[in-house]
């Protein structure tokens, strides 16, 4: 006879089998034709943007359930907070879109006239520095490349509204001798403001992560002021903490303005760390300025030896944590945000070449191979996050089975490598994993990633759907993506419409030319500047470490 103990063991196993190669495989959805998809998702954006419209109009935060809605600032003044993050999916959408050309071009009309003639950001109230530069100030000028390039609207309208709001945040800069900016500012007055916690700390990544729009704003508009604002948040960073040295390119998530001395010693690359890194290496294909490949480069090395775990028992690669600095133990949490890092890692191995073409260039070396086999390892970890889950959706944050005791209320996948805390089991329709899954099929082609992504498109589409009494449908994040039927939150994201259905719609475009265009952390496009336009502009890097 079996031990009881034994038979549990053996019911669990069978269990987590036909769940991996069962009910998963049955579940999973098979695309036949990319543009059949494309249009699929372009659906999904209108059916959402229609009931935005119809109900939320004009206002930054908008609940589908409820038709509540109300504006960020408290001055209650709108930002454009969902209006501006959306236009450029629309503009891309348009260019590709076989089904819904017309009405994309009817709604992009309608957006350019509420900017022009609604949109003010004479605003008497404090905005956060980061989000409105990542947000507004990008997705306006992406707005202006995507009006210029397919010659639709007036492209300076999107510009002068760029210009004016980049002006009121400038002002915060003006405050702090290391030259990091405060937190937030007050967009009519210009009063800047430290965060209102953390001792005033500011977060290292959102200082980080304004240098791809002040310095594309430089190069319009032929004004050096918001290239070198932006740049000049660096030398304090790197020389007061001997990052380089000290801390291996890894940054802490907190840092004083004032002296530009990192506060605590908690690293991670989830939140308030995580675009630090990215703009190192996008400022590098950006404007090729080889000082930010360096910076890069010391990071991943640093990653590589400080925070890369792997899975028991099936060895997923995940990014861990340091909440201690780096001779402390290695925390096995990874928030779902960190699944940028396997695109990151691709294109800084490849800048944006196919794989194949990538090894026979000159720069390729034993670092770049390195880093493609991590960021494909990576990718597939974030696909698992989604894959196993019962909703085939993944939750905001795991935390992976290092061997020490799992908590007995988590939720503990099939394959026994990762659980959720019941706090963590939220989606937020995040575009994190299909961002990377984009960037792999296009370095790749390999159409398991587009099989991938299909399937969290299908799981979004299944489980994050409403059906209201009108018919018509509405998309949702949910509080809990592990229990079934999901549950729902009266909460609809800015970044499902800016960046989760622009990777996927990217993802099933056929002519994608990463060597051409980079995103920014909110996935607003830009065009790759010509580095002889730099040099007539006078537009170099002006610091090292």
């Keep these: 006879m079996f031990g009881q103990g034994l038979i549990g063991l053996l019911v669990a196993t069978l269990a987590a089998f036909y769940y991996l190669y069962g009910q998963q495989s049955s579940r999973a959805s098979l695309y036949e034709s990319s543009s059949e998809v494309r249009d699929e998702i372009e659906t999904v954006f209108l059916e959402t943007w229609r009931d935005y419209s119809l109900h ?40 590709g879109s076989t089904t819904h050309r017309n009405e994309l071009l009817k709604d992009i009309l309608e957006v350019q006239v509420w900017i022009d003639n ?20 990008g997705g306006l000028l992406s707005a202006h490349y995507y009006s210029s390039q397919l010659e639709m609207g ?79 948040v660096y030398p304090a960073l790197y020389q007061s903490n001997k990052l380089l040295d000290a801390y291996h390119g890894l940054a802490p998530i907190y840092t004083y303005p004032d002296s530009g001395r990192f506060m605590g010693q908690n690293i991670r690359f989830g939140s308030r760390g995580d675009s630090f890194y990215e703009y190192l290496l996008k400022q590098y294909l950006f404007t090729h300025e080889k000082l930010y490949y360096d910076l890069y480069r010391q990071s991943m090395e640093g990653m590589k030896r400080h925070l890369i775990g792997k899975s028991r028992p099936s060895g997923y690669t995940y990014i861990g944590e340091k909440p201690f600095g780096l001779t402390g133990s290695l925390d096995p949490k990874m928030d779902h945000l960190v699944c ?44 698992q996050m989604y894959h196993q889950t019962p909703s085939g959706l993944a939750a905001e944050i795991v935390v992976f089975n290092d061997g020490r005791p799992i908590p007995d209320n988590a939720w503990l996948s099939p394959s026994g490598d990762f659980y959720i805390k019941p706090a963590d089991r939220h989606n937020l329709q995040r575009p994190e994993t ?112």
């Excluded at 609604?118 to 100030?137: G, K, P, W």
């Excluded at 760029?162 to 001798?177: G, I, P």
Aim: aromatic share 12%; with cysteine.
């Design 154 to 232: 007036n492209p300076d309208i999107y510009l002068n509204k760029a210009v004016d709001l980049c002006d009121r945040l400038a002002a915060a800069f003006d405050t702090s001798e290391s030259g990091i900016p405060y937190s937030s500012v007050n967009l009519r007055t210009g009063q800047a403001i430290k965060n209102h916690v953390d001792d005033g700390a500011s977060s290292t990544a959102e200082f980080t992560t304004l240098q791809l729009e002040f310095k594309y704003l430089s190069f319009l508009t032929k004004n050096d002021t918001y290239w070198k604002l932006a740049e000049n």
């Design 118 to 137: 609604q949109l003010s950001y004479n605003i008497d109230a404090e905005v956060n520095i980061f989000e409105t530069t990542i947000r507004m100030v």
């Design 56 to 95: 939320g109009w004009s206002y930054d935060v908008y609940s589908p359930l409820s038709h509540s809605h109300r504006n960020m600032p408290r001055s209650g003044d709108p930002m454009g907070w969902i209006i501006v993050d959306a236009l450029d999916t629309m503009f891309m959408m348009y260019n």
């Design 434 to 545: 299909v961002e990377s899954i984009m960037f792999l099929y296009h370095l790749t082609k390999d159409d398991k990633y587009r099989q991938w992504g299909y399937e969290i498109f299908s799981n979004f589409v299944k489980h994050t759907c409403e059906v209201l009494d009108d018919s018509h449908n509405i998309y949702l994040s949910l509080k809990d993506c592990v229990s079934l039927p999901t549950i729902k939150s009266d909460n609809i994201e800015s970044f499902w419409l800016a960046e989760t259905l622009k990777y996927l719609h990217l993802l099933f475009q056929d002519d994608v030319d990463l060597t051409k265009v980079i995103f920014n952390t909110e996935a607003h496009p830009f065009p790759v500047l010509d580095v002889g336009q730099l040099r007539e502009l006078g537009l170099k890097t002006g610091w090292s470490p």
């Design 340 to 383: 940028f890092m396997g695109g990151l890692l691709a294109m800084g191995a490849t800048e944006g070449y196919p794989i194949q073409e990538a090894r026979k260039k000159a720069l390729w070396d034993s670092q770049r191979e390195e880093d493609w086999k991590l960021a494909q390892e990576l990718t597939h970890t974030c696909y």
